[in-house]
């Protein structure tokens, strides 16, 4: 009974006007939602003259409509916000400034910022003039939709109507050069603050951070970061994710785990972004063991796991060649209820292909759309597949996958050529290898010095070394790439396969000083096996001699050809000094 009774006497204050606005706010006005419930029950395709038709007479009830407005907002219907105030237009009511930022604010935090933009567009400045929240709802919404040159629009829009921005305004305006991929302009806009004599806070901080490591601009990034405590703000752990960030994105990765340390001994909590970032610096190391250590402690502070902290970690066991600590990660996710996504697969697929398991990395790529990875297995996943392929000879499941690829309308790009040669290459399927290069060509990718490599390499073991040169010395030069030792030595080698000594001393001479590059102790074994098949022992010791003024250490093999080359020419004497000159220096392998 009593609590009847004190419930009666609520109500009867509330007819009276005797209850205040906030506790008025906490009751909801029945006719307020009926009104609200019949708009949305109109539909879509709603006329302007049925929407005026259900709202009440606004001149009597101004106040109505605008719970009307706010009821629709709290039910995230931003469309209908919209509606109506396009309604209330066409009926000639006019409306205030309030009800236009309310509008401006609901489309804002809807995503609907075309939306919002057209609201702000449309307040007829002779009845509704708009003042700084209405400039801030539209600033927001410029954040939303990464519209930075509109923002400066609005600031200046501002400045003539001799109002001053505030903070939120500065803040909102940083947020959408950052969103726009402007780091400049966010950059002066902050700076802007201090002119105005206005203190950043901590939002400023990190929407400039994160606008700076968006656009690599790491040193930046952290001069701001170490410049806070001047300022009086204490960097969050928002601000230490956006430094670290930048830092490791640029190869920095060392400044980000000196950031990372930091957080510990300043008592700022890391969360699951902190040591995502921490374990990707760890992968850029190559530091697998570490990034493993730093997976495993995110339990102890109570961090949650998720996808993002397994991909960075399969990726780093995958840059460390460790495929069955990637797969046991890999298995793990599923056991944590995660689900893998596509960089999950594609790292754990190009870690099987480092440690030469193609039969796993087929498996998985197999499994990639039983699993709904959206869209299905991507270009990443594929070139990985074929890499491991081709680690394991396996060149006709090579071309498979590449053929499936294109039929699944995905665009090969150089990766993908390149792996899908180089397996053909190891089957000395030189003709397939050429009939890639080629393609590359015809679709505009211009194949790199790895792909050239890989086709001169199939070519060397096709025993088709007169193509192998002219790959090497003709096409490479007119397609403007440059050889590098890798493609030489391929070339060099082809030479000596078919018993082309003079041509391998060519390339070797063309290689030096034509175009600078300094050979390896395969360059010049290759040279020499080539001499050595044609029995020119004088070569053979000329470029035996030359290797130590190259700073190249002749190995077992480098001997080995010498001394074949001085028996067979009947020099026993030079054989006998060099083999004794290799079993001084090479005693453990001879």
Not at 396 to 409: G, N, R, T
């Amino acid at each position: 009974m009593g609590m009847q009774k004190a419930a009666r006497n609520l109500f009867d204050a509330l007819r009276s006007h005797r209850v205040s606005t906030r506790w008025k706010a906490h009751i909801k006005d029945p006719l307020i939602q009926a009104t609200t419930q019949a708009l949305l029950d109109l539909g879509p395709e709603a006329s302007s003259s049925e929407i005026t038709a259900i709202l009440p007479e606004v001149n009597q009830s101004r106040g109505q409509v605008r719970h009307i407005l706010k009821e629709l907002a709290q039910k995230r219907q931003a469309d209908w916000v919209l509606k109506v105030i396009w309604a209330l237009q066409d009926r000639g009511i006019r409306l205030n400034v309030r009800d236009y930022t309310m509008g401006i604010s609901v489309c804002a935090r809807s995503k609907l910022w075309q939306h919002a933009l057209s609201l702000f567009a449309a307040i007829p400045v002779e009845q509704a003039k708009p003042d700084l929240i209405c400039y801030n709802a539209a600033i927001n919404a410029c954040q939303t939709g990464g519209l930075w040159q509109y923002t400066l629009t609005l600031f200046q829009a501002i400045k003539e109507a001799t109002l001053k921005p505030d903070v939120f305004c500065y803040n909102a305006a940083i947020g959408a050069c950052k969103k726009g991929s402007e780091w400049e302009q966010a950059f002066v806009f902050f700076e802007n603050m201090s002119s105005y004599s206005m203190q950043p806070d901590i939002v400023s901080y990190n929407t400039t951070i994160s606008a700076l490591e968006k656009g690599g601009q790491w040193q930046q990034a952290l001069n701001l970061f170490e410049a806070m405590p001047k300022s009086s703000v204490q960097p969050s752990v928002i601000t230490y994710n956006a430094t670290m960030s930048a830092c490791v994105n640029v190869e920095v990765w060392q400044k980000g785990l000196e950031l990372f340390a930091l957080m510990f001994g300043r008592n700022v909590l890391p969360d699951v972004i902190s040591f995502s970032t921490a374990i990707s610096a760890c992968e850029k190391a190559g530091w697998w063991q570490q990034a493993l250590h730093l997976f495993a402690a995110l339990s102890n502070f109570s961090v949650q796991m998720d996808v993002v902290s397994y991909n960075a970690t399969i990726s780093a066991c995958e840059k460390g060649w460790q495929w069955q600590k990637a797969f046991f990660l890999f298995h793990a996710m599923g056991g944590a209820s995660f689900r893998a996504d596509a960089i999950t697969f594609s790292a754990t697929i190009s870690a099987f292909e480092k440690g030469g398991q193609w039969q796993g990395a087929l498996r998985l790529l197999e499994a990639m759309p039983r699993a709904t990875i959206d869209p299905g297995p991507g270009v990443f996943a594929y070139s990985a597949s074929i890499s491991a392929c081709a680690a394991g000879s396996k060149w006709l499941e090579a071309l498979e996958l590449f053929q499936q690829m294109q039929l699944s309308s995905l665009r090969p790009h150089v990766v993908t050529y390149s792996a899908t040669m180089s397996a053909c290459e190891k089957a000395g399927e030189w003709q397939s290898a050429l009939l890639l290069l080629e393609a590359m060509r015809r679709v505009d990718i211009p194949p790199g010095v790895t792909a050239y490599s890989a086709g001169i390499s199939a070519c060397e073991k096709g025993t088709q070394w007169q193509r192998a040169v002219f790959l090497l010395t003709e096409v490479m030069p007119q397609a403007h790439v440059l050889p590098n030792v890798v493609a030489y030595n391929a070339g060099i080698s082809a030479c000596q396969t078919c018993n082309h000594w003079a041509y391998a001393l060519q390339l070797l001479y063309d290689m030096r000083c034509a175009h600078g590059v300094q050979p390896d102790v395969i360059s010049l074994n290759g040279c020499l096996g080539a001499c050595a098949l044609a029995v020119q022992w004088q070569q053979c010791l000329a470029l035996l001699g030359s290797m130590s003024a190259q700073d190249i250490e002749p190995d077992v093999t480098s001997y080995n050809s010498t001394i074949s080359a001085c028996l067979k020419g009947g020099k026993w004497q030079p054989a006998r000094y060099r083999f004794l000159q290799s079993l001084a220096r090479n005693q453990p392998q001879v």
